[in-house]
């Protein structure tokens, strides 16, 4: 294979990540000991108690951000949202349906601050169900005016992808 060569800045970037995204939806870092004792998380799901004897209930998505250099695919952030008791339930309750793809999208809040200014927490998204052990995807609202709705309907450069693998590597 021909060595790959950015066209942005002429460099070849190489073994870069992807996929990224946090274990956790922001509120369960802010949440105390008891709280998140009183709550759930796995890969895929989170609860934290609410107010009053209510639940916040979080799900795991894919921001999918189609990367415009041949051959190379999709970026992904990995994100968390929040849905409502209702959705939750329906999220539950078709986890191993083989047709749960075809669940009505549901309205989500995005939970996880991404590194774009204005912050990406909360926005206001749509979590499109697929079929079981596929991470659901979620559509931002296309007419909010911010660089990540931008990327995910204009796509991105592998030139973006390494900024963004060493803003993420600065930052640890
Ligand atoms: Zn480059």
Request: net charge negative.
């Amino acid at each position: 294979m021909t060595a790959w060569t950015c066209a942005t800045c002429g460099e070849a970037h190489s073994g870069l990540t992807m996929v990224f995204g946090p274990t956790a939806p922001d509120p369960w870092w802010l949440a105390t000991d008891a709280e998140q004792a009183d709550g759930e998380l796995n890969a895929d799901m989170c609860v934290l108690p609410g107010i009053d004897g209510t639940r916040h209930y979080f799900v795991r998505g894919h921001i999918e951000i189609p990367v415009l250099d041949d051959g190379v695919g999709t970026f992904v952030w990995s994100v968390w949202v929040s849905l409502s008791q209702a959705s939750m339930s329906k999220q539950v309750a078709h986890w191993d349906d083989p047709a749960r793809a075809r669940l009505e999208p549901m309205f989500a809040w995005v939970c996880t601050r991404l590194p774009y200014e204005p912050t990406t927490s909360p926005m206001a998204a749509r979590l499109h169900t697929r079929e079981p052990g596929v991470v659901p995807w979620i559509e931002l609202h296309p007419e909010l005016d911010h660089p990540l709705v931008t990327e995910q309907l204009s796509g991105i450069t592998m030139h973006r992808v390494a900024e963004i693998n060493a803003e993420l590597r600065d930052r640890r």
